[in-house]
């Protein structure tokens, strides 16, 4: 984990904070790519994963958007509302399942809401290296879009590239996911971070493209563990241990004191991903393909249970 200090707090939306964290005694931070995010610890318990929205690379400042969510458990409310600047925090190094093509013949970008996070790293990084990119960004209304501002003025820069929709002006027409896709040349990179409708329609009209130019990123899966009780064997040490319905591996091993590697605890980020020597996983995450999880070699251990009664891990 780093060390680092809480720089710099700005509302740059409706509800969407931007804070900026800086190394503690001068360390600079391991530099990030587009796409990145980190886990952050709170004073209060909490963990959490937000994406990176400096520019990439960065080592002097790592800035986090965050969505103020009245209703959640805490997490967005702690740092929006109650952390203040100069407060310190830990942070895990940035990982990234949702890496930028850069040598791509171009990107197309396709962002819900507090989704666009990811995506504007993604063309930061585009603008410094000349790539060429197209935005669809869709908000349920306008003073609630971030970033706003810096895409209009790279709209005005090169004309075509921005297209907005706001969900309280009938002036902007609804995005159309599957024209977007359908009109994208065969040779370009697509991308799509967003609600779970949003990924679900982009899924299925990309269905047919080549799986390697298609990449999404989840920001919430909607629930955790599910299942039945089952038992897991850690091959490398040969401890075993029961795991409860409802609980994950994850939280069992953290319960033992043994260190593991993880996340979002939610599936979304990949941190946890494990090999499976033996059993049938249960897979809820919002990472693996169907391919990977139809081969019953990986696991995310933070969220996925088991369908037979054990599993060997490769931990």
């Known amino acids: 984990m780093i060390g680092v200090i809480l720089s710099s707090i700005e509302q740059h939306a409706k509800d969407i904070f931007v804070l900026g964290f800086a190394p503690e005694m001068d360390v600079p931070l391991p530099p990030a790519a587009a796409g990145a995010h980190i886990r952050i610890v709170l004073p209060n318990g909490l963990e959490r994963c937000y994406s990176l929205v400096s520019q990439p690379g960065s080592v002097r400042e790592y800035s986090l958007a965050i969505n103020l969510d009245s209703h959640g458990d805490g997490g967005s409310r702690y740092l929006c509302e109650t952390a203040r600047i100069g407060d ?44 060429d990119w197209h935005l669809f960004y869709a908000v349920r209304e306008r003073a609630c879009a971030a970033f706003l501002a810096q ?78 009780s089952y038992t897991i064997e850690l091959a490398r040490n040969g401890q ?49 393909s169907d391919e990977e999880r139809a081969s019953n070699k990986i696991v995310m251990i933070c969220c996925s249970g088991a369908v037979s009664e054990r599993l060997v891990l490769d931990l």
């Open 240 to 288: 075993t241990f029961f795991v409860p319905a409802g609980k994950s591996v994850l939280d069992i091993l953290i319960a033992a004191g043994l260190e593991v590697a993880y996340g979002c605890k939610q599936g979304i980020c990949g941190a946890c991903q494990t090999n499976v020597l033996d059993g049938i996983p249960q897979h809820n995450d919002m990472v693996l």
């Open 88 to 131: 310190r925090f830990c942070i895990s190094a940035p990982l990234n399942q949702f890496s930028l093509i850069e040598n791509a013949p171009s990107s197309f970008f396709i962002a819900g809401g507090i989704g666009i996070t990811p995506i504007w790293s993604m063309i930061q990084r585009l603008e410094q290296i000349g790539g």
């Open 151 to 228: 895409l209009e003025s790279l709209e005005a820069a090169l004309p075509g590239r921005v297209s907005v929709s706001f969900g309280d002006d009938s002036a902007y027409p609804r995005l159309d996911i599957a024209k977007i896709v359908q009109q994208a040349p065969a040779s370009s990179h697509l991308y799509c971070c967003g609600p779970k409708t949003m990924l679900d329609a982009f899924k299925t009209v990309a269905a047919g493209r080549d799986p390697a130019t298609v990449h999404w990123e989840h920001f919430s899966t909607g629930s955790r563990v599910a299942g039945d």
